[in-house]
């Protein structure tokens, strides 16, 4: 690559834009949790300013007083409009989408329409932690299907999760994570295809949480869970949330394929109207104008897998990274360094680093710690660097 090439690449990338000590001002709780001295990579928040046709629009609504309920159709009618020229799936329905206040609350309320208290919620973990918190939280029981060594979906394990969680007839849900968090694995349309056939078998009701669908590196492909054979009763929550930052604006879609329709029609109205009306015009405008800078996201994303990899291959090659193509996030096998069944203890308090620990992500956790790497090639460098500082 020429050097003005990769200057100019640079200017772009949303990750390269602000400098340790503004991102310390910063009072989300990426940045509150832990003492200055801790350098942190954990939670799923971005190290990055906001779009500029983001900021623009809940700029021009302050402005405006534009602070009210929130109305109308344009959230869904931009997903639907990005998931055509992203995805080439034209199957996303107005009319079968529901507003929810954000992602996990749908996701609670999808469990909701289709489960009954104490009915089965079929996950697969190592997975991200408020599956668990969430789904008791809502009087469901979760049955754990465990992913392959490989990280991906193990069919025969998930077969006899279905079979337990729908024993005796009680209905039963599988919370999908596509792509998935921790691990950044992106289902093929292959794997989602057994899905729906599996779960049209057990009778089990699919929920897909897609709200990492933009994050897809250069050269793979996200194929929406609904745009599959046979998934037409499933259910899916799509956000602008991660993709461009905007968990402090929030704002999720609930989407119901064709066969789900009237079970989305069934979402009560105190639902919908927990939407925040800025939320809604924030995720408006990323879907609709945001795609310049998630593209240039993606490329510094991508630039950060290669970079850590290499890093951990340098400081740390006793430690397994697959990096999938998907997420920000990283999932690092740290069991060869001797740390105990939670390194991110170790880590954070003898290497000043702040990781996620695996033990949240229920079996298959233990050992493991998740990096954030939506953050700048030096920051990331440096996560490295303390991280080495406690085993050498
Ligand atoms: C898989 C997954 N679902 C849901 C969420 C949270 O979404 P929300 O803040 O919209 O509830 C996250 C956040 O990282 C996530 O990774």
């Known amino acids: 690559m020429s050097g003005t090439h990769q200057g100019s690449r640079d200017q772009a990338n949303p990750l390269r834009q602000l400098r340790l000590d503004q991102l310390r001002r910063r009072t989300s709780v990426k940045w509150r949790e832990y003492p200055d001295d801790v350098l942190p990579l954990w939670v799923a928040e971005m190290d990055v300013p906001l779009a500029e046709p983001v900021a623009r629009a809940i700029t021009d609504a302050v402005a405006l007083g534009d602070t009210g309920y929130t109305a109308g159709t344009a959230y869904p009618e931009a997903l639907a409009e990005f998931a055509?020229?992203?995805?080439?799936?034209?199957g996303l329905a107005v009319e079968r989408t529901a507003l929810v206040p954000d992602v996990m609350h749908g996701v609670v309320e999808a469990l909701r329409l289709l489960t009954g208290p104490g009915d089965a919620v079929?996950?697969?973990?190592?997975?991200y932690p408020p599956f668990y918190g969430f789904v008791g939280h809502a009087g469901r029981r979760i049955?754990?299907?465990?992913?392959?060594?490989?990280?991906?979906?193990?069919?025969?394990t998930l077969e006899e999760a279905f079979r337990v969680a729908r024993s005796g007839g009680r209905p039963a849900a599988y919370l999908l994570c596509n792509p998935h968090n921790p691990t950044g694995v992106l289902h093929t349309a292959d794997e989602l295809t057994a899905v729906a056939a599996l779960a049209g078998r057990y009778g089990v009701r699919v929920v897909a949480d897609e709200i990492h669908a933009p994050l897809?590196?250069?050269g793979a492909r996200f194929v929406p869970y609904l745009s599959v054979p046979d998934a037409e009763h499933g259910l899916s929550l799509m956000s602008a949330s991660k993709g461009w930052n905007l968990a402090g604006l929030r704002g999720g879609l609930l989407v119901a394929g064709p066969a789900a329709a009237g079970d989305v029609a069934r979402i009560p109205f105190e639902v919908s109207v927990g939407t925040s009306h800025l939320g809604v015009i924030a995720h408006t405008a990323a879907f609709r104008d945001g795609g310049d800078w998630l593209d240039a996201l993606l490329t510094g994303l991508d630039d950060n897998r290669r970079l850590l990899a290499a890093l951990l291959a340098e400081h740390l090659p006793t430690v397994r990274y697959r990096p999938g193509p998907a997420t920000y996030l990283a999932w690092l096998d740290c069991r060869g360094l001797g740390l105990g069944d939670d390194p991110a203890a170790v880590l954070l308090d003898r290497g000043r680093v702040a990781l996620n620990s695996g033990l949240a992500f229920g079996t298959g956790g233990a050992g493991h710690v998740r990096l954030n790497l939506a953050t700048s090639p030096e920051l990331l460098t440096e996560a490295v660097r303390r991280m080495a500082t406690v085993v050498t």
């Open 216 to 218: 897809v590196g250069a």
């Open 122 to 127: 079929v996950v697969n973990c190592p997975v």
């Open 143 to 156: 049955v754990e299907a465990p992913l392959g060594d490989d990280l991906r979906i193990d069919f025969g």
């Open 84 to 90: 055509r020229r992203r995805w080439g799936w034209d």
